[in-house]
């Protein structure tokens, strides 16, 4: 049971919120002093929202509709959805009534702190220089490769390649790897992130430059290297918006856990533990 100013908070509030901590945390399971934590964020969240709705903040119900299409639209199905609500012991209306304090209570943090927050070029400069090493980049590259498991079947696609085949279009048809799927795109990685000998090959490799076969403990490959970036110290132009983002989150927080205690000292809380 969780009371807040003799209102208590449903049991659906607290189980979707156990759900969220869940998935933020990766546990599997939550300790007593895990439910306890996110009984205090619901507490938390619902002192804020009471503040939220006593200003200009109500959402359009358009909006609200809108999101409650977005949430249905992540199930494979309308009959999973409305399965799920059954098993959840919930209603159409309660969801959307909870999207709608969603947006309530983001409005009201947007406007009631975030707009209200200014942080001085100064104090991103400062931070840059305090930080240096932060902002010190890896040489990356962006690699396609093939995979097969016998010696005979990659030095066939190397001819193949040689004479203006596709690569996306074999890695699809032929590759043994995952990545197949997707024309052997790997993305971008640095050093370390694979075994040496596939690293040496790609790192060595120039712009859409494709190898000879090699062989790893995984099999045969080809790589082509797709696209590089120089690593190297970031300038601060290029950092600067995300260190400002950074530093505005930092001071929100402050801000926000201020009026947290403040509303957490005038109000009547109760956290029955053992029945959480």
Known sequence: MIKVNNQELSKNEYQGACYNYMSHTRK?????E???IVANQLVDTYLLLTEGKKGNYFPEDADVESNFT????QFPSQEQFDNTLKEMGDTVESVKERLRDDLILRAYIEG???SKISIENSSVENFYKEHEDKFISETQVKASHILVKDEETINSISEKLKSGDSFADLAKEISDCPSGQNGGDLGFFGK?????EFETVAFELGLNEISEPFKTDFGYHIVMVTDKTEGGKQSFESVAPEIKRHLE????????S??????????SIVIDRESL
């Open 249 to 256: 989150q930092i001071e929100a927080q402050r801000v926000i």
């Open 28 to 32: 599997q399971e939550l300790t007593p």
């Open 192 to 196: 370390g992130k694979m075994v040496p």
């Open 34 to 36: 895990d439910k306890f």
């Open 70 to 73: 977005n949430l249905v639209a």
């Open 112 to 114: 009631e702190f975030y």
């Open 258 to 267: 201020q009026k947290l205690e403040q509303l957490r000292a005038e109000a």
